[in-house]
Every structure is written in structure tokens, then in C-alpha cells.
């Protein structure tokens, strides 16, 4: 099923350090992911995203990790600027490869402290 | 640039009224979404279109109607019979299943 939260769990990092972003799936099934990023009065904004034949996927200053085992997804993100502060969210494909739904997260606010 | 244009930005609806949200995308792609998003939750999937003149209802489609008649364009009409449609609504493409869905900057739709 979905897992949807009332709360928003908010992370804040020094400016110039990593964070890193966790994100539990809800279907073990899943096969992609892709992790957006929102930032106040805007739409989502795609960052990376990862099949599940990989582990790992790197961006640019990003980094994608996936557990399978344990159901775990995880945004790193290096050197972290005040610009990346916004809510991330992740998103998975379901049970249904091919599918055109997906199921959504509720989102981590990151704030960077300067 | 290419991209997904949604408008207005701001929209404000009297009991009784159907309003119709704009959504316009210039990336050539084949399919299209509209979400809602609540304070809190996840995007939730109101319909979906895979290809001109066909589309699918979603997760919460009641009380909502979409066309789509090109390509570019899917826009979706809030009825009077959504009794609670204050929300920020994303309109979103891509390519195809399995592929990033690329999204507008939403239409924020209240009550008056």
C-alpha cells in the first residue's frame, strides 16, 4: 500500500557539509525510482533516478543508493548549498513494470544552515 | 525551453462552478498526468493519458474530467461534485511507463 505521513521530517545541515535523504518503499516489487526535489510554490523537480539491477547511481553532486533487502532508498548530497534547501521526495513504480502510476512519498524538508 | 506550462498559477472557485486547469507541455510527450498534492501526503494521481484520445482515471478521478485532444495539451475541469477541491494541482509528462515524469509549477485552486 501507499505510505502517506501527516508530518514532514525535516533534516538540517551546515552549509558545505553532506546530507543524506532516506526514503522507505512500500512495495518490494518496485523496480524504479526516482528521487524530485520541491522546492516552496513550485512543481517537483526530477534529480536521479535508479533501476533496481544497480545499487548505486551518481549525478552531479548527487548520489542515489538502493537497498533491496531492505526495501531503502537514499539521496546523498555532497557539499551541500543553500540552494538545496526544499522538500525531496522519492517515488517508485509499484507492482506493475510498465506502469504509468506511481506511488509517492511524502517528502524530507532539508534546510541548510549558513 | 521545453517544458510544461500550467495556468494560472492561482485559481479561486464559487460553489456550484467548474473550473478548468491549463496544462501545455513542448516536449513531444506521449503521455500525461494530473496530480494533487495536500499539505502532508504524497502526489496522488487524479487521470493519466498514454496517448491522444485516450486516458485513464487514477487514484481519485471522482468528481474530475479530462480531455485529451492533442498531444500538447491535457487539461483538467474540476467539478462542482469534487466537494473538497482545495489543493495544489501538478500536471506532469514523459515519454513513456517506467521513464521521469517531468512536472509543471502547478495551479493552486481555493474556495471562495
Known amino acids: 500500500g501507499e505510505s502517506v505521513g501527516l508530518h514532514l521530517p525535516t533534516l538540517s545541515v551546515q552549509e558545505g557539509d553532506n546530507s543524506i535523504i532516506n526514503c522507505a518503499y512500500s512495495?518490494?516489487?518496485?523496480?524504479?525510482f526516482i528521487w524530485y526535489k520541491q522546492e516552496s510554490g513550485k512543481g517537483p523537480q526530477f534529480i536521479i533516478d535508479?533501476?533496481?539491477?544497480?545499487d548505486k547511481r551518481q549525478g552531479q553532486r548527487v548520489t542515489v543508493l538502493l537497498n533491496k533487502t531492505v526495501k531503502h532508498l537514499s539521496l546523498q548530497i555532497a557539499a551541500t548549498q543553500p540552494g538545496d534547501s526544499a522538500v525531496y521526495f522519492c517515488?517508485?513504480?509499484?507492482?506493475?513494470?510498465?506502469?504509468?502510476?506511481?506511488?509517492f512519498g511524502t517528502g524530507t524538508r532539508l534546510k541548510v544552515l549558513a | 525551453d521545453g517544458g510544461i506550462t500550467q495556468s494560472p498559477k492561482y485559481l479561486f472557485r464559487k460553489e456550484g462552478q467548474n473550473v478548468t486547469l491549463s496544462c501545455e507541455q513542448n516536449?513531444?510527450?506521449?503521455?500525461m498526468y494530473w496530480y494533487r498534492q495536500d499539505p502532508g501526503q504524497g502526489l496522488r494521481l487524479i487521470y493519466y493519458?498514454?496517448?491522444?484520445?485516450?486516458?485513464q482515471k487514477g487514484d481519485i478521478a471522482e468528481g474530475y474530467s479530462v480531455s485529451r485532444e492533442k498531444k500538447e495539451s491535457f487539461p483538467l475541469t474540476v467539478t462542482s461534485a469534487q466537494k473538497n477541491p482545495t489543493a495544489f494541482y501538478l500536471c506532469?509528462?514523459?515519454?513513456?511507463?517506467?521513464?521521469?515524469?517531468?512536472f509543471g509549477d502547478g495551479t493552486r485552486l481555493s474556495i471562495l
Open positions: 506532469a509528462s514523459s515519454h513513456g511507463p517506467d521513464q521521469p515524469q517531468h
Open positions: 516536449l513531444n510527450h506521449d503521455a
Open positions: 535508479i533501476r533496481s539491477n544497480m
Open positions: 493519458s498514454q496517448i491522444v484520445n485516450d486516458f
Open positions: 512495495n518490494s516489487a518496485s523496480d524504479y
Open positions: 517515488a517508485e513504480n509499484g507492482d506493475t513494470s510498465g506502469t504509468y502510476k506511481y506511488i
